[in-house]
């Protein structure tokens, strides 16, 4: 008995010493995550921008081809690239000034919604100029965008399928 009772104490503290080791390597390994997490790349304003830029430009030729689907898509990922500026460049300034496109972007979204063209090329161009002054406010003036006039994506058929 006092021997099957050693044996049990030896497993017992055996194991207690393998989960330290266990815990120690995946906090290690939790640790060097982190690390790298630091040095990930992380999207600049100037990509995101790019990036509402192509989505401003789709925008527009579906309302136009009253692709109203496309275009609260379109409208959606404007949207979600201003909250990926929100949350990835959070440290710029500029990054304060994105507000001022809100009321803009709703009016644009009601626009689909009412799937009425002459509502969207107005509050379409309302976005726009918003987009400007944006860029004013944040002293990058000389980033002017503009309603398209020749389609980008000769790849892209913005009319609706049903």
């Known amino acids: 008995m006092k021997s099957l009772l050693l044996v049990l104490s030896l497993l017992l503290l055996i194991s207690c010493g393998q989960q330290h080791d266990v815990a120690s390597g995946l ?5 060097s995550l982190q690390q790298k997490t630091v040095h990930s790349y ?4 100037g990509e995101f921008m790019l990036g ?11 309302g136009q081809a ?26 710029r300034p500029e990054v304060k000034s994105i507000s001022m496109l809100e009321p803009f972007i709703g009016s644009v979204e ?10 969207f090329i107005t509050q379409f161009g309302l976005l726009t ?4 002054n944006c860029h004013i406010t944040t002293h990058h003036e000389f980033n002017v965008i503009k309603i ?3 389609p980008s994506f000769p790849n892209q058929d913005f009319s609706v399928h049903r």
């Open 66 to 91: 009253q692709n109203w689907k496309l275009a609260q898509f379109e409208i959606e990922e404007i949207k979600e690239a201003l909250n990926d500026i929100r949350e990835f460049n959070a440290e």
């Open 42 to 45: 992380k999207p600049g304003l």
């Open 129 to 132: 100029n918003t987009c400007n």
């Open 27 to 31: 906090q290690a390994k939790a640790d």
């Open 52 to 62: 509402i830029q192509v989505h401003h430009a789709k925008l527009w030729y579906a």
């Open 148 to 150: 398209p006039t020749m």
């Open 110 to 119: 009601a626009s689909i919604k009412e799937e009425s063209t002459t509502k």
